[in-house]
């Protein structure tokens, strides 16, 4: 069950179907704003991207950008070098996921994780970053969680990331905090402990 299912159902199904749907109850100490805070089913995004991995026993890196194209059907995550060269398209669509690499051509495979992490060397989380570059996940035990907006909030998932929100901003004061800059960690069998920074520059919802 996805985190934006299951946010759903614990508030009775209400606003199904539409673009924004509302996150699950907030802890007691958490601010107004927060409870607020919607989930968008289609938004862009764009930032920055370092990732920290092991391969053959060397420790390897990763710079660069990323912008972030979602709707409730599809995902496009580009990944950009430092001087905005395209580096990686994983297109995800029900069922379906396709990879494509400067100069290569297509892949393509049922799991959008695993043919990334086929394809890069290491993990990269495209399902589970729908809900996370939005605050929503499920904890270790599978319950839908929702970030508070703090410095350092974090979370384990069922599959074993460690996510901390280290890093929050506002369009506005009105205005429900938005992640900036989220960690993501993770120890994995072929890449060793991987380490996941995610800055993100800009919002774009409908």
């Not at 805070?37 to 660069?64: C, K, N, W």
């Not at 950008?65 to 990686?88: D, E, I, K, N, Y």
């Not at 929702?146 to 901390?164: C, F, L």
């Amino acid at each position: 069950m996805s985190v934006r299912l299951a946010c759903a159902l614990a508030l009775s199904g209400l606003l199904a179907g539409c673009a924004a749907v509302a996150p699950p109850a907030a802890p007691p100490a958490a601010a107004t704003s927060q409870a607020a805070r919607p989930y968008f089913d289609t938004i862009s995004l764009t930032g920055r991207l370092s990732v920290q991995y092991s391969r053959g026993g060397a420790e390897e890196s990763l710079h660069g950008s990323f912008t972030w194209a979602q709707t409730p059907q599809r995902t496009v995550l580009t990944m950009l070098s430092p001087l905005g060269q395209t580096l990686a398209v994983i297109e995800t669509q029900p069922g379906s996921a396709s990879l494509t690499q400067a100069g290569q051509p297509p892949q393509v495979a049922a799991d959008a994780d695993a043919l990334a992490q086929a394809a890069l060397g290491w993990p990269l989380p495209v399902a589970g970053l729908r809900d996370w570059l939005q605050s929503f996940a499920l904890d270790a035990r599978g319950r839908p969680w929702m970030a508070p907006a703090e410095a350092g909030s974090s979370v384990t998932t069922p599959d074993g990331w460690h996510i901390v929100y280290a890093s929050w901003q506002q369009d506005n004061p009105s205005a429900p905090a938005r992640p900036r800059r989220i960690d993501l960690a993770r120890q994995t069998a072929q890449a060793g402990p991987v380490r996941l920074r995610i800055i993100i520059d800009n919002w774009q919802v409908p």
